[in-house]
């Protein structure tokens, strides 16, 4: 077997043991994804949880038949798709008395006229109020009635009658925010994680006193840190099952897309990550900053790059700077992914990341050992005595 390649296995199955022996450390990666996964919840899924959300149905046709009493079915079919829709039929009235109080969300209302209309092959339309409490809600409550909406035109009139949207391209599930939003958490988990992992497996070296044992060893030393960081790929995975069983647990839903796609942009998005572990982990020394740096700089770009706030909030310069970084391109393969089903863009995306992957793991060994011959705390230390002598 290959000298090198010993020396990498060697470091890899070390550090998953030394991992395992703190499980303390390793709880670190699963629980803080989780608390953003649970608080995104709680703040954004209010119209998920429950028997269903409150609708009122308002019917003024006076002569309902096929297409009246249909469009009615439909609106009251269980729906596994959250969130689901409870008409309660009403009158107009009253309809308007609980909206305007906000006891009641969401009104659908059937105009007189909507049979004959259909019937002739004539105009019409139905009333949606929805109340624009956030943009978030207000999106979320209009999706099921277009769901349903879609599926009316498709069973009682699919060859002779025109919509106001896009039935082409209307898809039959249309996943709601909070569907996907593990998916999004996941990546953040596996970039703190990568970050966190590599990070400590090289502080612990400074920490423990052991780094110069490694540097003058007769082994590479390129290839001991780079054993650590496919160890911090492996440790990077541990959050993603639980999320994604946590939120078909929650919510119903299994995130759209092949897992080969996830496993491949996310692996080479985590080997991009550790690389950038290893090199902090030279530089800060210590872990009880290492923490900090992955989950800020994760959870920066997960809440900026993965659009969950928009760029402007850092500046135009930043939404130039970051098309050319790979989190970019994994966000926007894996979203699209599970948004549309498309993959148009995924060859591009991957060759970036894998661009990006192939040179971090070969350069960032280099950079962390020339970096790890420095005390850069020290030298701060230094610089400070001499201030204050001054």
């Known amino acids: 077997m290959n000298q090198s390649f010993r020396v990498v296995k060697a470091c890899f199955f070390k550090e998953l043991r030394v991992w395992r022996r703190n499980p303390r450390k390793l709880m670190l990666v699963i629980l803080l994804p989780l608390m953003f996964f649970i608080g995104f919840s709680l703040l954004m899924?209010?119209?998920?949880?429950?028997?269903?959300?409150?609708t009122a149905l308002v019917v003024e046709e006076q002569n309902p038949g096929l297409y009246t009493n249909g469009l009615i079915e439909i609106l009251q079919e269980s729906d596994t798709i959250p969130p689901r829709l409870n008409p309660i039929p009403m009158d107009a009235e009253t309809a308007d008395a609980l909206f305007q109080s906000g006891?009641?969300?969401?009104?659908i209302t059937i105009p007189?006229?909507?049979?004959?209309?259909?019937?002739?092959?004539?105009?019409?339309?139905?009333?949606?109020?929805?109340?624009?409490?956030?943009?978030?809600?207000?999106?979320?409550?209009?999706?099921?009635?277009?769901?349903?909406?879609?599926i009316?035109?498709?069973?009682?009139?699919?060859?002779?009658?025109?919509?106001?949207?896009?039935i082409e391209t209307l898809?039959?599930?249309?996943?709601?925010?909070?569907?996907?939003?593990?998916?999004?958490?996941?990546?953040?988990s596996i970039m703190f994680s990568a970050i966190f992992a590599a990070g400590s497996a090289m502080t612990q070296e400074f920490e423990q006193k052991t780094m110069n044992e490694l540097t003058l060893s007769n082994q590479p030393p390129q290839y001991i840190y780079i054993g650590k960081m496919f160890s911090?790929?492996?440790?990077?995975?541990?959050?993603?099952?639980?999320?994604?069983?946590l939120s078909y647990l929650m919510f119903g839903i299994w995130p759209l897309g092949d897992l080969l796609t996830f496993f491949l942009l996310t692996t080479l998005l985590?080997?991009?990550?550790?690389?950038?572990?290893?090199?902090?982990?030279?530089?800060?020394?210590?872990?009880?900053?290492?923490?900090?740096?992955?989950?800020?700089?994760?959870?920066?770009?997960?809440?900026?790059?993965?659009?969950?706030?928009?760029?402007?909030?850092?500046?135009?310069?930043?939404g130039a700077f970051n098309e050319y970084l790979p989190v970019a391109n994994v966000y926007r393969s894996l979203i699209r992914m599970f948004i549309d089903g498309s993959y148009s863009w995924l060859i591009v995306d991957i060759s970036v990341i894998g661009i990006f992957a192939l040179v971090f793991v070969v350069l960032s060994p280099f950079v962390a050992h020339r970096?790890?011959?420095?005390?850069?705390?020290?030298?701060?230390?230094?610089?400070?005595?001499r201030r204050k002598r001054k």
Request: aromatic share 12%; with cysteine.
């Open 45 to 54: 899924g209010g119209v998920y949880y429950g028997a269903g959300v409150d």
């Open 103 to 107: 006891d009641i969300l969401l009104v």
């Open 112 to 150: 007189e006229g909507f049979e004959e209309a259909l019937a002739s092959n004539g105009t019409t339309s139905i009333h949606i109020q929805v109340a624009n409490i956030h943009e978030d809600l207000t999106k979320n409550l209009r999706m099921p009635v277009i769901r349903k909406i879609d």
């Open 152 to 166: 009316f035109y498709q069973t009682y009139l699919p060859n002779h009658s025109l919509v106001d949207f896009e």
């Open 171 to 188: 898809r039959p599930f249309s996943p709601p925010r909070l569907g996907y939003m593990a998916w999004t958490i996941a990546i953040y």
């Open 232 to 245: 911090a790929v492996v440790i990077s995975f541990i959050a993603p099952p639980i999320l994604f069983t």
């Open 270 to 318: 985590s080997l991009f990550c550790s690389g950038i572990g290893i090199i902090a982990g030279a530089v800060f020394r210590n872990s009880v900053f290492v923490v900090p740096v992955a989950a800020l700089g994760g959870i920066f770009y997960w809440i900026v790059g993965g659009g969950i706030a928009p760029l402007e909030l850092v500046g135009s310069s930043f």
């Open 371 to 385: 970096v790890a011959q420095v005390n850069f705390g020290q030298k701060l230390q230094n610089l400070r005595s």
